[in-house]
T-cell receptor
Framework: DTGVSQNPRHKITKRGQNVTFRCDPI?????LYWYRQTLGQGPEFLTY????????KSRLLSDRFSAERPKGSFSTLEIQRTEQGDSAMYLC?????????FGEGSWLTVV | AQSVTQPDIHITVSEGASLELRCNYS??????LFWYVQSPGQGLQLLLK??????LVQGIKGFEAEFKRSQSSFNLRKPSVHWSDAAEYFC????????????FGQGTTLQVKP
C-alpha cells in the first residue's frame, strides 16, 4: 500500500522562476488537497479537487498559483514568478472517506 | 470564526511519564477532529480521528483522545511516553461537508527527556 507521493522533495529556485510540484495520491482516493506550511505554523488549506474538478480555492492561492488534476489522478501545483514569501513546505493530501492522509511534502526555498 | 487553539507551544516530559496535549476548537457545525504527528522535515501522520459515536477514540502508537463537546476540546493523551514520541503534534478540525478542508492549530512540540 503506497501512500501519498510528492516530488520533488526539495526545490531551491531563484526569485522570479517558475516551479512545479507533483502529487500522486493514494490510488482510488477521489479527493485531493494542497496545503502550505511555513516554519512554526500549522498547515493552511490552499485548494481541493474532487476527481478532476477543482472545487475550492483559498484566498492564499494568488494568481501566481495554479493547480491541476488531469483525469482525476495525479495533481500538479505550479507557482509562477516565485517570491521569497513563497518559501514553505507544500503538502498534498488525499482522502476517500473522512480520513485525510498527507504526503511527505515538498520544500520550496526561494533565494 | 473557525479556529483551533493548542495552548501549549512546547512541552517537555520524561520518558515513561504520562502526556496530555490540549486542543480547543471553535467550529460552527458538527466537527470532525484529528490529531497528526510530524517529525522534523517530514509530512503529517494521522494519529487518530473523531467523527461520531464514542467520545474516547483510540489511535496508533498508544495514543487516545477524548472529545468533550461542552468544553469544545479534543485532548490527546498517552499513558507512557517513549523517546520516539518526540515530534510536533497538530490538532485539526473539519466538517462533514468537506472533511479534507482542515483548520490546524499551531502545533505543540513535544520533547522527551531520558
Amino acid at each position: 500500500d503506497t501512500g501519498v507521493s510528492q516530488n520533488p522533495r526539495h526545490k531551491i529556485t531563484k526569485r522570479g522562476q517558475n516551479v512545479t510540484f507533483r502529487c500522486d495520491p493514494i490510488s482510488e482516493h477521489n479527493r485531493l488537497y494542497w496545503y502550505r506550511q511555513t516554519l512554526g505554523q500549522g498547515p493552511e488549506f490552499l485548494t481541493y479537487f474532487q476527481n478532476e474538478a477543482q472545487l475550492e480555492k483559498s484566498r492564499l492561492l494568488s494568481d501566481r498559483f495554479s493547480a491541476e488534476r488531469p483525469k482525476g489522478s495525479f495533481s500538479t501545483l505550479e507557482i509562477q514568478r516565485t517570491e521569497q514569501g513563497d518559501s514553505a513546505m507544500y503538502l498534498c493530501a488525499s482522502s476517500f472517506d473522512p480520513s485525510i492522509y498527507f504526503g511527505e511534502g515538498s520544500w520550496l526555498t526561494v533565494v | 470564526a473557525q479556529s483551533v487553539t493548542q495552548p501549549d507551544i512546547h512541552i517537555t516530559v520524561s520518558e515513561g511519564a504520562s502526556l496530555e496535549l490540549r486542543c480547543n476548537y471553535s467550529y460552527g457545525a458538527t466537527p470532525y477532529l484529528f490529531w497528526y504527528v510530524q517529525s522534523p522535515g517530514q509530512g503529517l501522520q494521522l494519529l487518530l480521528k473523531y467523527f461520531s459515536g464514542d467520545t474516547l477514540v483510540q489511535g496508533i502508537k498508544g495514543f487516545e483522545a477524548e472529545f468533550k463537546r461542552s468544553q469544545s476540546s479534543f485532548n490527546l493523551r498517552k499513558p507512557s511516553v517513549h523517546w520516539s514520541d518526540a515530534a510536533e503534534y497538530f490538532c485539526a478540525v473539519g466538517g462533514s461537508s468537506n472533511t479534507g478542508k482542515l483548520i490546524f492549530g499551531q502545533g505543540t512540540t513535544l520533547q522527551v527527556k531520558p
